[in-house]
């Protein structure tokens, strides 16, 4: 592989400056840096960033992304957990793209991603990140929850990562990420990533996922109530609904109440819901489960 021309970083170049900063990749921060970029440039694209356009990168590292995001003409701040890396992104910029140094077109914030509640400038309308695997879904929950303006997110985590955020209901790999993450948005998985064009090279594949911002489903329950019975029908995934559900409606019997209301069949098990039922659910239990059932039962 040869480094890759114009703006971007190449794995010669790559391996240098994390020398020279003393840098040594470790699992515990998820660090496994981009080398190749076509594939940087392939996120980009991917991502349909357009000039002028405010995006949130987490996760920076060296700035193989950052870099290209940059090139693409993007209005970006950059939210890095580590000094070291965060200390030395201005530089990497200002040597590969002098024209944005300086400029309110890039912005560093240092800090953990999970504990940032606002970022500086105009709220971002894009995601596009090569998240840590050790962190990537509570990162991405988290940053769909406090910004609002997020239209899109497209992000490289762990290929089956990847699979659990777009798994539709019924399938093997739907679960908490799957039901939580269609709240936001829909969800789908748009390529792989071949080893190879990490250093070091991850002892698992990765993938490209894309979200696109909806509207979440009309309830009169929070999202913290549907989001607690969805964490409950999955904490043992074998179980009945009418029997997973028991200990966060007070019993057993007030849980079927409740899934029947909801036009769910009590017998039915988690992965069968999709969002809006899990929501329906919700809103049986907040309302002290009735009665009444609705037409059509889910799970039957």
């Keep these: 592989m040869t480094d890759t021309p ?6 010669a170049e790559i391996r240098d400056l994390a020398g020279r900063l003393g840098i040594r990749p470790t699992k515990t921060l998820g660090q496994n840096f981009v080398i190749d970029g076509g594939t940087v440039r392939k996120i980009v694209r991917s ?56 400029t309110d077109r890039f912005t560093v914030v240092t800090a953990d991603a999970l504990e940032v509640t606002e970022l500086p400038g105009a709220a971002p309308t894009a995601l596009v990140a090569n998240l840590p695997y050790n962190v990537s879904v509570p990162v991405l929950l988290t940053f769909l929850e406090r910004f609002p303006s997020l239209e899109r997110v497209l992000v490289m985590v762990q290929a089956e990562v990847a699979d659990r955020l777009a798994a539709p209901p019924g ?40 979200l696109e911002r909806r509207e979440p489903p009309r309830t009169t329950a929070s999202r913290a109530e549907v989001f607690a ?33 909801a036009g769910v069949d009590p017998q039915t098990r988690g992965e069968r819901l999709d969002i809006e039922a899990f929501t329906r659910v919700a809103e049986a239990l907040a309302a002290g489960a009735p009665t009444s059932r609705r037409p059509g039962t889910v799970g039957t």
């Design 171 to 210: 399938s093997r790999t739907y679960g908490v990420p799957s039901a939580k993450v269609a709240w936001y948005a829909s969800a789908r998985r748009t390529s792989t990533v071949a080893r190879s064009v990490f250093w070091p090279v991850p002892n698992v594949d990765s993938a490209l996922v894309r």
């Design 229 to 261: 019975v969805v964490d409950a029908a999955f904490a043992q995934r074998r179980k009945m609904l009418r029997s997973a559900l028991g200990t966060l409606a007070g019993s057993v019997e007030i849980a079927e109440a409740a899934l029947r209301a």
């Design 47 to 102: 991502a349909g960033v357009v000039a002028g356009e405010r995006v949130v990168e987490i996760g920076p590292g060296l700035g193989s992304l950052t870099l290209g995001l940059l090139e693409a003409g993007a209005s970006l701040v950059a939210v890095e957990i580590d000094p070291v890396l965060a200390g030395a992104l201005p530089a990497t910029v200002a040597a590969h793209l002098p024209e944005v140094a300086g």
């Design 6 to 11: 114009g703006a971007l970083l190449g794995p």
